[in-house]
């Protein structure tokens, strides 16, 4: 840098009474820094979520100490929530509908599909909410804004594992056999939770500006839920619909897990691409529009 293009930096700007009271002290006469949003969508300055990483890591670890700070079962409802809902699907679909998977038993088919379903529902939750819910921090401090609803959603992975653990107590106590294929079960979590971020960044933009994302979630979650395999086997959808029912991408991850598991019908070639696929296109769409929206959060929020 020239000495010329230094002092134009060091000069202070002109018609600013700050600055041009006689007297002033050299310090104040220092440079400004003004932190502007992007006129337009270029890189996600992916770098710098890297420097703000022990940031991300702080903002999870206290949303999972806020959610179950001052609770009777603490922990505990990582597991009752799936539990219930695993209830409620034996009584009203295993017994009353009649639909039984070939050699499984329901219960632990239905949880099975419940673990990677809870992991997507509540992590879609917690991201959509995560701007509004922390709008002082988003309006007076900056840090990159995509931490927050990748904090929402990550923050569940705790309860996933707790989740998982019991299901290898239910598997063992089924005495189902476990095989390679576990060890592809991680994967099918981790889309799980890409899903989730997905889908919950775009979501979490459009919540700072109208609130009605926040009503709109819950019963949008019930109906996805029911076209989702969870409570009932692929088997049971006409083969011809398959690709097209592959366009929801928990279709593939649902019964991709309850495959790596259980060992049950995999996942169709066709399903499973269309799913991850549809992951790949929602991720990079998400983050676009969640760019360009950043620029007025503080102003709206």
Do not use: C
Request: glycine share 6%; no cysteine; proline share 8%.
């Amino acid at each position: 840098m020239s000495r010329q293009t230094a002092d134009a930096l060091l000069e202070p700007a002109v018609g600013d009474p700050a600055v041009e009271l006689p007297g002033l002290p050299a310090l104040a006469q220092r440079p400004r820094i003004v932190i502007t949003p992007p006129r337009r969508f270029g890189a996600l300055r992916f770098r710098e979520l890297w420097e703000y990483r022990e940031l991300l890591y702080f903002l999870t670890w206290r949303d999972v100490k806020v959610r179950y700070k001052q609770t009777f079962f603490g922990a505990a409802w990582a597991v009752l929530q799936p539990l219930l809902m695993m209830a409620v699907f034996a009584l009203f679909i295993g017994r009353l509908a009649g639909i039984q998977p070939a050699g499984v038993p329901y219960t632990l088919f239905a949880y099975t599909g419940l673990v990677p379903w809870t992991l997507f529902a509540q992590s879609l939750t917690g991201a959509s909410n995560s701007l509004v819910l922390n709008e002082r921090l988003v309006s007076k401090v900056y840090f990159p804004r995509l931490l927050m609803p990748i904090a929402g959603a990550g923050s569940f992975a705790v309860d996933f594992v707790i989740a998982s653990a019991l299901l290898f107590a239910m598997m063992a106590y089924f005495g189902r056999h476990f095989s390679a294929t576990i060890l592809l079960a991680p994967v099918f979590g981790v889309l799980a939770l890409l899903t989730a971020v997905a889908v919950g960044i775009w979501l979490s933009a459009v919540n700072v500006r109208y609130r009605d994302v926040a009503f709109a979630i819950p019963f949008f979650v019930q109906i996805w839920l029911f076209a989702t395999p969870v409570a009932y086997s692929l088997s049971l959808v006409p083969p011809r619909f398959r690709v097209l029912y592959g366009l929801n991408p928990m279709t593939g991850i649902v019964v991709g897990f309850r495959w790596a598991l259980l060992g049950t019908e995999p996942p169709p070639a066709g399903t499973l691409a269309v799913s991850v696929a549809t992951v790949l296109v929602l991720l990079p769409l998400g983050l676009v529009y969640f760019k360009r929206a950043e620029r007025s959060f503080a102003d709206v929020i």
